[in-house]
């Protein structure tokens, strides 16, 4: 039992603390950018609550749920990858980030289509123009495949030394909350964009959205 409670811990909590305190911090940090600068005055107070709301519900009752039910498939490609080097660590999270983002590419381009927009990708996009605490603001469904299993699910394949996962889930969810804002336009302008254009810029930086004629620049 005390090994299953550590397991648990290390594999399921931690990973997942991880994603909530860096989610959060950032998000508040820019809370306070959009206070200082009148923006917060200017959305009013509801559409961030109704924001950090859905956002909390989200990670509460499906990402800590998710990681749950793969923590064996989590530990597995940890333990298989525990040995790996610091460059071999940086190869395959190369790797993943590639494969994630090819994945969210396609599958955000078809929560665009009129039936999946409807019933699932409208809820996202009531934010017209973006803040950071709308950044997992989604429908259930939405929020399982693209926020979640597009990123584990490559993880779970290739594997990643257990530091290296931490510190990836602390990059990406702190990325995620800056692509909804527009204070460092230089990294995260493309999505904030997406927000505005509706049907340009689905993937994240520029690359694939170029390859595939999506990409939008002002």
Request: proline content about 3%.
């Amino acid at each position: 039992m005390y090994m299953f409670e550590n397991s648990l811990q290390k594999y399921v909590y931690l990973p997942f603390i991880t994603h909530l305190i860096s989610y959060w911090v950032s998000a508040i940090f820019f809370i306070y950018l959009d206070k200082k600068y009148k923006i917060y005055e200017k959305n009013g107070n509801n559409l961030y609550i109704k924001a950090i709301k859905k956002s909390v519900q989200n990670q509460f009752l499906i990402t800590l749920p998710l990681t749950y039910l793969l923590k064996s498939n989590i530990e597995k490609s940890i333990i298989k990858s525990e040995q790996d080097s610091i460059y071999i660590s940086l190869i395959k999270l190369f790797i993943i980030a590639n494969i994630s983002n090819f994945i969210f590419y396609w599958l955000h381009r078809l929560l665009h289509y009129k039936i999946f927009y409807r019933y699932i990708h409208k809820i996202h996009h009531e934010y017209i123009i973006p803040i950071a605490p709308c950044a997992l603001y989604a429908h259930p469904l939405e929020h399982i495949l693209c926020n979640n299993l597009v990123y584990i699910m490559p993880f779970i394949l290739i594997g990643m030394n257990y530091k290296f996962l931490l510190i990836s889930i602390c990059l990406g969810s702190i990325n995620t909350t800056m692509s909804h804002t527009k204070y460092i336009e230089s990294i995260n302008i493309n999505h904030y964009l997406h927000h505005e254009k509706f049907n340009y810029n689905y993937g994240f930086g520029s690359t694939l959205d170029k390859l595939f004629k999506t990409y939008y620049s002002k």
